[in-house]
């Protein structure tokens, strides 16, 4: 399942394009994928059996097994919501690529989705508007997940676990070689940014006690911008390997933070949470929340990894884009400590 099945291709296509193909031409190139996941997209003409040459692009993406910490069966998780009925869940403003056809090898080690190609402004592209759009969609679909509960949702049996957030947490907060740089006189990081990430750790109890207290929603744990796609006014999501049941706003920390646009994350912050709860409330009272902790969950998710981002910069060789990595980590901490001292501000609150 290497390599591309040309078999396999024709049949795929015939069935996306509503034609027999009898013949199909078509390169590949490479494009973003997930841990040890190869994705290509696929271009070309399929021939139809009257003759007819009909352009297309498909995305063929191949995962090999491994396993991530605490969730090993992450690997094959796509596979198993495509043969499942979980895209039922979605809308016309929110939703995953349209899969076309999935395999697995016969040693049950290697998965392969066949998937629309999605066209749209991603990553660092995205504007304000997207990202704000973005999490009004996912509060809706978080929400109407929550208030209908579909019960063939409580019964699919490869979702991730609600504690994984706080068990990557703990991993990282109990790793020496980062704990111990953050409060040694060696670390370099501005000591109110250390001791941000160390307030943290010493109310990690409570804050977790707080998180816990929202409902428990079904996230995709991995949302990021590189994951979005903005395509005509529409929300796309891909790479679903990491999806289950999470804590309300949680994917919000990771579309704020995780690689985000770093000179916009307060205004996308004080943008995306209301916009999330305003999506979120339309098919569910959250009247009672009166904190959203998604501050908390930004340094939770991304403190300790922030930290050893700058310290694997640091080790590596003194050149120029070293040191620019290492301010871009800096820079980011600062962003999220200016999210702090002026949260009493504009945090939204309910009651």
């Not at 704000?132 to 996912?138: G, I, Q």
């Not at 579309?255 to 770093?262: K, N, P, Q």
Request: aromatic share 14%; hydrophobic share 35%.
């Amino acid at each position: 399942m290497s390599e591309i099945i040309n078999e396999t291709l024709t049949q795929v296509l015939s069935k996306v394009l509503g034609s027999k193909i009898i013949h199909v031409d078509f390169q590949t190139e490479q494009l973003h994928g997930g841990t040890l996941g190869d994705v290509q997209l696929v271009t070309g003409n399929a021939t139809t059996a009257d003759g007819r040459e009909i352009p297309f692009k498909i995305v063929s993406k191949t995962q090999k097994k491994w396993e991530r910490y605490g969730d090993p069966d992450s690997w094959r998780r796509e596979y198993d919501l495509y043969k499942s009925n979980f895209g039922a869940l979605f809308s016309e403003g929110f939703r995953w690529p349209e899969c076309y056809h999935v395999e697995m090898n016969e040693e049950a080690t290697e998965t392969r989705i066949w998937m629309e190609y999605i066209e749209g402004i991603s990553g660092l592209d995205l504007t304000g508007d997207m990202y704000e759009r973005a999490a009004e969609e996912l509060g809706r679909f978080q929400g109407k997940l929550y208030g209908e509960l579909p019960a063939f949702l409580q019964d699919l049996t490869n979702l991730s676990e609600v504690e994984y957030m706080k068990n990557f947490y703990l991993r990282y907060r109990s790793w020496e070689r980062v704990y111990d740089y953050l409060r040694s006189d060696d670390c370099e990081i501005p000591k109110h940014l250390c001791k941000m990430l160390i307030d943290i750790d010493e109310s990690a109890d409570e804050i977790f006690n707080r998180i816990e207290k929202p409902p428990i929603v079904l996230c995709h744990k991995d949302f990021w911008v590189a994951n979005l796609f903005d395509s005509n006014g529409k929300t796309i999501v891909i790479d679903w390997d990491t999806a289950g049941w999470g804590y309300l706003g949680e994917d919000l920390a990771s579309l704020i933070a995780d690689e985000a646009d770093v000179e916009h994350m307060v205004e996308y912050y004080r943008r995306c949470i209301p916009a999330y709860y305003k999506g979120f409330s339309e098919y569910a009272d959250i009247s009672r929340i009166t904190d959203n902790c998604v501050y908390e969950m930004i340094l939770l998710l991304f403190g300790y990894r922030l930290v050893e981002w700058y310290m694997n910069a640091e080790e590596e060789n003194k050149l120029e884009e070293t040191d620019d990595e290492k301010m871009l980590h800096i820079h980011t901490l600062q962003k999220i400590f200016q999210i702090r001292r002026e949260d009493a501000h504009f945090k939204r609150r309910w009651g």
